[in-house]
């Protein structure tokens, strides 16, 4: 079974930086398809971005050009870099791995400041 377990999330002033992490265990995260997922107070769970097994990415239109993701194979880790970020990006972060099934971590907040 595939476990995930997100962190780097906190509080930024709007402009600032964060990398969120995405730790995975029983399962190599390079062989899966898998992605960051947000929600805002009150609203749905949305994609940020995703990632499949041979690298071809898929962004939110609201974070291109500001967010990458990337895999440390290695520490079997994934990465989301999140550059300028704005007050509308303030939400729970998921992360999600898709093995045959879905898993999704606990989250990690993200909170920007204006």
């Known amino acids: 079974q595939v476990q995930l377990v997100e962190s780097g999330g906190g509080l930024v002033q709007a402009g600032g930086s964060l990398r969120l992490s995405c730790a995975a265990s029983?399962?190599?995260?390079?062989?899966?398809?898998m992605g960051w997922y947000r929600q805002a107070p009150g609203k749905q769970r949305e994609l940020v971005v995703a990632?499949?097994?041979?690298?071809?990415?898929n962004y939110a239109d609201s974070v291109k050009g500001r967010f990458t993701i990337s895999r440390d194979n290695a520490k079997n880790t994934a990465y989301l870099q999140m550059n300028s970020l704005k007050p509308e990006d303030t939400a729970v972060y998921y992360c999600?791995?898709?093995?045959?099934?879905?898993?999704w971590g606990q989250g990690t907040q993200v909170t920007v400041s204006s």
């Open positions: 029983g399962s190599s995260i390079s062989i899966n398809p």
């Open positions: 990632i499949t097994t041979v690298g071809n990415t």
């Open positions: 999600a791995s898709f093995a045959g099934g879905a898993y």
